[in-house]
């Protein structure tokens, strides 16, 4: 690659780097992370989370600014996609390798915990976005975007209950109440 490619490369990377998202993904994966690695003790947890917690903060904005361009996408499917597959996947892919390169320890466990939390929090991540919130460049405050996420969380998790109605009588299915 060359220089003025590199340049072009970093600078779009950096344009699109969204803050809310990076300050709030690297809080709840080092978290999540301590926790995963507590068995190894603590000073490997902490080492797994530092690392985690810098790399996180550092990357999280440019996929989550990779997330938002992909909304404008004219196919709304590839889009959601991209939000929900290609970024977290690359971001798994990403973040396995710092790990392996920094020496911190990672476990089977750990990456399937990481993994799991990952494949939901794009979903939440995807709806989140879809309604306005955690985007860049729109004017709204980190605090005005907090302010929706308890009616976000209660719509994420009743969407499968609601499909599910929808859905259900479509094909057939019968629910007996009570």
């Given at each position: 690659?060359?220089?003025?490619?590199?340049?072009?490369?970093?600078?779009?990377?950096?344009?699109?780097?969204?803050?809310?998202?990076?300050?709030?993904?690297?809080?709840a994966r080092?978290?999540?992370?301590?926790?995963a690695m507590?068995?190894?003790?603590?000073?490997?947890?902490?080492?797994?989370?530092?690392?985690?917690?810098?790399?996180?903060?550092?990357?999280?904005?440019?996929?989550?600014?990779?997330?938002?361009?992909?909304?404008?996408?004219?196919?709304?499917?590839?889009?959601?996609?991209?939000?929900?597959?290609?970024?977290?996947?690359?971001?798994?892919?990403?973040?396995?390798?710092?790990?392996?390169?920094?020496?911190?320890?990672?476990?089977?466990?750990?990456?399937?915990?990481v993994s799991?939390?990952?494949?939901?929090?794009?979903?939440?991540?995807?709806?989140?976005?879809?309604?306005?919130?955690?985007?860049?460049?729109?004017?709204?405050?980190?605090?005005?975007?907090?302010?929706?996420?308890?009616?976000?969380?209660?719509?994420?998790?009743?969407?499968?209950?609601?499909?599910?109605?929808?859905?259900?009588?479509?094909?057939?299915?019968?629910?007996?109440?009570?």
């Open positions: 690659m060359t220089a003025p490619n590199l340049n072009r490369l970093l600078t779009g990377a950096l344009c699109n780097w969204n803050w809310k998202c990076a300050l709030m993904s690297a809080a080092s978290f999540v992370c301590l926790v507590l068995h190894a003790g603590l000073r490997g947890g902490v080492a797994a989370m530092l690392v985690e917690l810098v790399y996180v903060t550092l990357t999280a904005g440019v996929y989550a600014g990779m997330q938002q361009r992909a909304l404008a996408l004219r196919c709304r499917a590839l889009g959601n996609l991209i939000v929900v597959a290609g970024v977290p996947g690359l971001a798994q892919a990403l973040d396995w390798l710092v790990h392996r390169v920094s020496g911190a320890p990672v476990s089977g466990g750990v990456l399937t915990a799991m939390f990952t494949a939901v929090s794009a979903l939440f991540h995807l709806h989140v976005m879809r309604n306005g919130v955690f985007l860049s460049g729109h004017g709204r405050s980190l605090l005005n975007d907090l302010r929706q996420i308890p009616g976000l969380v209660a719509g994420f998790v009743l969407r499968p209950f609601v499909l599910f109605a929808i859905f259900a009588p479509r094909a057939g299915i019968q629910v007996k109440n009570g």
